[in-house]
Structure formats: C-alpha cells, structure tokens
C-alpha cells in the first residue's frame, strides 16, 4: 500500500508571493527529519514548457539531468534540498491537454467525450502521484502555479479537491499562501484580501489546512485568532511569512513558526528536531564574511535579476565557502563598446559572460570578453559566453577577422561556432535543443581537472551551437585549449588559456548544479581566483604609491 503523504502549496491575493520558496522551505525542514523529500511545480500556462519563453517573460528556464526544460522554482527545490529533480518535478497545462489530446486520438477513451472533468483532472491527478508512487519519496510537495480565482488554475484546484478525497483524511493537506497587506496611511495590517482568497478557495470546494501569511510586520496573536476564525483553520496553522534578508532565512523562519510541527501532526506523522547544523554553517558564512569581490555579470537580459537566477545563488553559494560577499554588477552588453570597456570593466575582480540566444548584444560580449583576455582579469564564460570567448580568440590572436557563429552569421567565412549536425534538419524550437547531462573527460594538466578533482563528469546543456572541431588545431596552437571534450562525439566542453592566471570557458551549464549543501566548483574556484586578483592587484598598487 502506498503511504505518500501529499502536501498541496496554493497561492491567493497575486503572484509572485513566494510560494516556491515556502516550498522548498517546508521540504528542508521535512528533510532535515528523515523524511524523503521532494517538490513539483504544476504551471497553469498552455506552453509545453518554459523553453520557448523569453527570460524577460517567465525568467530563466531551468535544465534537470534528464534533459526537461522546467520552471526556476525547480531551481530553488534543487539548491534547498540537494535532490535532483526531473520531468516529472514540472507539469504545464500545455503538457496536459497534449498528453489528453494524443490519448484521444489513440482512441484511448473508447468514444466517449473528452471533458476537463473527468479527462483533464484526471491527467493531472496522474501526474501529481507519478513521483510519490515511485516509492521513492515519503512526502511529495506540489506547488501549484498561478493565483487560486484565475481561470487557468480552475482545473488543477478542482484536482486537489478530488485528490484530497479520493487520498483520504491525513494524507493529503492544502497550505495556502496568501498576502496580508500594510496600509501606512491607516497604520494597519488588512486581513481581508486573505479572507476573500480562502474564500475563493472554498467556492472550489478546497479548504485550506494551513495559511501561510506574507507579511511585512508581525502578525499579532489577535490578528491571527481572527484569520482562525474566519478562515475555518487552528491558530497554530496561521503561518508568519515576514520579508526576510535573504531566502536561506526562510527554513529557520518556518521553524520558529512551527510549520513543520503543524504540517506533520496533520499528516500524522512524528515530528522531529531537524538537523539544520550544515545549513547554517553556511548562513553563518553566508552572513559573516571576511572580504568582498566584485564581479561582473555580462549580459542581455540584466533588466530581470530573475533571468540568471541560478548564477546569482551560485555565486552566493561560492561567496559562502570562500567567506566573502560577491557584489555581483550587471552589465548590459548591448552597451560595451571598444571605447567604454575599461571604463565599464576595469573596477572589477573577475567578468562572467551569461547564456542566451540571438545576436543581440553580441558585440559588446566578444568585447568584453578581449578586455579581460587581455588584461587577465578572471573570466568565465557560460554556453554563449564560451562561444564568444571562442570567437574573440579567433578574431584577435588567430587573426580570423571575421570569425563568427552560423547563429549569428550564416554567411561567416569562418564558422568557428557551429550548428551541431544534429540540429540541422530541426525546425520545430521547443525542447529540441542538446539538453540535460553529459559526459565530458577533462585533459590531465588542466585548470578544469584541477578544479573537479576527477577526470570524468557529467553537466547539464541547454544548446544548439557548438565549438567548431574544424578550428580546433588552430585554436590549439595559438593557445587557447580545448580542455574539456564529450567522449563519444568528440565536441568541446571546456576551453582555457593557461597562459592568463584564470580563463575558463564551459558550454555547459555549471549554475543547475551548484546547490547550499554542495557549491558548484567551478564557481568557488573563479570567485577564489577573484579574491586573489583584488589582493594580487592592491598590493601592486601600494607599492607603486
């Protein structure tokens, strides 16, 4: 018989309220109890999947090991819990409908008229138990996208209704995160958007065991015997959500306010004190650190922090295990010009050049990327930021003035970044990409085997474009080295230039994997080499003075 526990997270009042940190939040503390773990994100928008979104739109899109393009919540559940996640931690409505049309035109359903209810709830109902009847977890957390009242959730909250009961009392519970707003004019907290969305909620047939509360002051015990009452739920299940300094406060916030102990008495379970030793060791030196370094972050969607979302806690999580703060400074590279780079690029202590697609801002990438080269200021570059790092070797040392990628110039006479052969005959966009891990063998004297202490690892790509192989010889003897190659296709993954102290290049995605428990070390080795250019470079300066 199975004995997963199913915990639902709902959101009321509007977006963006943090439900997915609250999430992986609640998953920590369980976690830190013994009890396996994980967390899946259903989004209610009719895209397959985040994939073909801007970054601007929805954020970054987030890559698992088995290749599924997913929400940056599944980013969060990663770093908290230190568990892989996969395609069935991600389910869009897009992928729903199409999983019921396809059934449907198999003849699936034996004629009969496929309807929301049964056929749609049923699907997603499905897809919530995938995980839990894997027999590999004890709790299965599933975050549901969008506000409870909006249209396109209709559906996966009329699923938890039936989830609920066809699961059975103790099995099954809703956590509901709603907002209670600060009115300065009145100087007061304001109940009733919480009261209106739980009862929302109800209108559904959903009652909420727990609310959790965001909130930018403290919640009085009499405002929360006064949620109790009007919202049907205990006054120990009112939850604080007050704004905190950063979301690795959030785990040890939810202790203090008791969720796990409420969540697990509801589900029946022994609630333990969690061993949270690890993770505020790394809050400590998160919070405390002995120095500063400031880095720049090249790129083109820098309007949106949330477009490299996974980068800025990978440096958060490096900053921590070399126990300094790492200012990361966002730069749009439509802006760098041959003129302005050292104006905008001299200040700093190590230069990252982001991901992406498209040739915008591309120019202003090679150039940032020649000014560091040239200066030997700590450089890495990530998928794109590799490919230009590539290109601006090719233009500046080979002497390939007019080297390029066919993304960019189909017409290059100098290809050195390449479509793959594989993507050639593509033409549909979304989730056709090289995508998830792969192998790659690291070069015995390299930087990159230095840093992973192994010869063999596996990294997550989300590409089309490649490093040209035809160039590879030249590229060599110039100096830049290919370092890092996939075993059995023989493509490049990792390019350095041992003569500069610190130049790395990766086509891979090294951000998916840095996690609290587990710093990528790619990161803790370029923000390193970043603290020992801001030392290296002070005391070149005091001595000149």
């Known amino acids: 018989m199975n004995t997963t526990k199913y915990i639902f997270v709902t959101g009321g009042v509007t977006s963006s309220l943090g439900k997915g940190i609250i999430a992986a939040s609640l998953a920590k503390l369980l976690q830190a109890q013994g009890y396996r773990t ?136 809703v956590i509901h995160l709603t907002l209670v707003p600060y009115l300065s004019a ?46 049907n739920v205990r006054p120990e299940a009112v939850i604080q959500s007050i704004d905190a300094s950063t979301i690795y406060d959030v785990p040890n916030l939810m202790l203090e306010q008791g969720l796990d102990t409420v969540v697990l008495k509801k589900l029946e379970l022994k609630s333990a004190k969690p061993d949270l030793t690890q993770w505020n060791q790394f809050l400590s030196r998160h919070k405390n650190p002995k120095g500063e370094v400031t880095i720049g972050l090249i790129g083109k969607y820098v309007e949106l922090q949330d477009s490299y979302k996974s980068i800025l806690e990978s440096f958060i999580h490096a900053g921590a295990e070399n126990e300094v703060k790492v200012n990361v400074e966002s730069i749009h590279s439509e802006y760098i010009t041959k003129e302005n780079a050292a104006k905008k690029l001299q200040h700093l202590h190590g230069v990252l050049v982001a991901p992406g697609f498209g040739e915008r801002g591309i120019e202003g990438k090679i150039e940032a990327v020649r000014y560091v080269r040239e200066h030997n200021i700590p450089f890495l570059g990530i998928c794109l930021g590799m490919q230009m790092a590539v290109i601006e070797y090719s233009r500046n040392v080979l002497g390939l003035a007019n080297a390029n990628s066919t993304e960019m110039d189909e017409n290059t006479p100098d290809p050195v970044i390449n479509l793959m052969e594989s993507q050639k005959t593509i033409i549909n966009k979304g ?115």
């Not at 790659?440 to 192989?469: P, Q, V």
């Not at 428990?517 to 080795?525: A, D, G, I, Y």
């Open 38 to 173: 994980t967390i899946q994100k259903l989004d209610p928008y009719i895209n397959i999947d985040p994939g073909t979104l801007n970054p601007y739109e929805h954020g970054e899109c987030y890559v698992t090991d088995d290749g599924a393009e997913t929400d940056l919540d599944l980013g969060h559940y990663e770093r908290f819990l230190n568990v892989p996640t996969s395609q069935s931690n991600n389910v869009t409505t897009g992928r729903i409908y199409q999983s019921v049309i396809d059934k449907e035109r198999r003849g699936e359903f034996l004629g009969k008229t496929v309807q929301v209810i049964p056929h749609i709830t049923d699907e997603i109902k499905h897809r919530v138990q995938i995980l839990g009847n894997s027999g590999d977890y004890d709790i299965v957390i599933t975050e549901i996208g969008g506000t409870v009242g909006d249209i396109e959730s209709l559906p996966y909250i009329e699923a938890v209704r039936q989830l609920k009961w066809d699961l059975g009392e103790h099995n099954a519970i």
């Open 186 to 231: 009145a100087g007061e907290l304001k109940t009733k958007p919480t009261q209106h969305s739980v009862k929302t909620l109800m209108e559904s047939g959903v009652m909420a065991d727990v609310l959790v509360c965001r909130t930018e002051h403290e919640l009085p015990a009499e405002l929360r015997d006064k949620l109790a009452k009007f919202c």
């Open 431 to 545: 989730g056709t990409m090289r995508l998830g891990a792969w192998d790659c063998h690291l070069i015995d004297g390299s930087l990159a085997k230095d840093i992973y202490k192994t010869a063999d690892i596996k990294e997550r790509h989300r590409h089309r474009y490649e490093f040209n192989n035809s160039y590879k010889q030249q590229i060599e003897d110039a100096g830049m080295k290919a370092t890092g190659l996939n075993p059995e296709t023989g493509l490049v993954e990792i390019v350095e230039i041992p003569a500069n102290n610190w130049f790395v290049g990766v086509q891979y995605h090294p951000e998916y994997k840095s996690t609290v428990s587990n710093p990528h070390p790619l990161f803790v080795s370029f923000v390193k080499a970043a603290l020992e250019y801001k030392t290296n470079n002070k005391s070149v300066s005091m001595a000149q003075k």
